[in-house]
T-cell receptor, first 111, second 114 residues
């Protein structure tokens, strides 16, 4: 049974810092992995989607890597800004029509 | 393109009642997935529909059901509501979840059961 874990659960950093969020999964047989952002009380916004055959994806200040063999993905945020404050969720497509979500990392970037 | 829309946005019900939530996917999307989000359990998969067929179902009791219409709009129903059903219910759409494409989420319906 696929399990997805995110560490740390919460993170508070000063503006301008580079930071790394971690996502671990127990079953390496995945189709893809997706990182989302969720603002309080809102739906999810897709940030990056990494296919199982890829090692990383980049979008602006965000870079996500995937190491299937070790069951890990990291989301790197460069030069963090207060507007980056949100909960970040990773989701693994495990099984043909199903995503398993991690518990999220709540990020606060202090001005 | 309009995004995924969910109605209603907020709902208050009492135990024992039943509720129906609606999701309209992005135009052209035929796959709709439903998730329940609670502080204790996080985001949990409920079910996925494609072309009016349920292709996968999560580990929820039979009180949770859904359907999809020919225009890809989807509804989920929860019967005999329990306090623990209080949650944010999110739906997501994609062209086809079987392809390697992203899901787009709606804003959610927040259900409070008293």
């Amino acid at each position: 049974k696929q399990e997805v874990t995110q560490i740390p659960a919460a993170l508070s950093v000063p503006e301008g810092e580079n930071l790394v969020l971690n996502c671990s999964f127990t079953d390496s047989a995945i189709y893809n992995l997706q990182w989302f952002r969720q603002d309080p009380g809102k739906g999810l916004t897709s940030l990056l989607l990494i296919q199982s055959s890829q090692r990383e994806q980049t979008s602006g200040r965000l870079n996500a890597s995937l190491d299937k063999s070790s069951g890990r993905s990291t989301l790197y945020i460069a030069a963090s800004q207060p507007g980056d404050s949100a909960t970040y969720l990773c989701a693994v497509r495990s099984g043909t029509y199903k995503y398993i979500f991690g518990t999220g990392t709540r990020l606060k970037v202090l001005a | 393109k309009a995004g995924v829309t969910q109605t209603p946005r907020y709902l208050i019900k009492t135990r024992g009642q039943q509720v129906t939530l609606s999701c309209s996917p992005i135009s052209g999307h035929r796959s709709v997935s439903w998730y329940q989000q609670t502080p204790g359990q996080g985001l949990q998969f409920l079910f996925e529909y494609f072309s009016e067929t349920q292709r996968n179902k999560g580990n929820f009791p039979g009180r949770f059901s859904g359907r999809q219409f020919s225009n890809s709009r989807s509804e989920m129903n929860v019967s005999t509501l329990e306090l623990g059903d209080s949650a944010l219910y999110l739906c997501a759409s994609s062209t086809d979840l079987a392809t390697q494409e992203t899901q787009y989420f709606g804003p959610g319906t927040r259900l409070l059961v008293l």
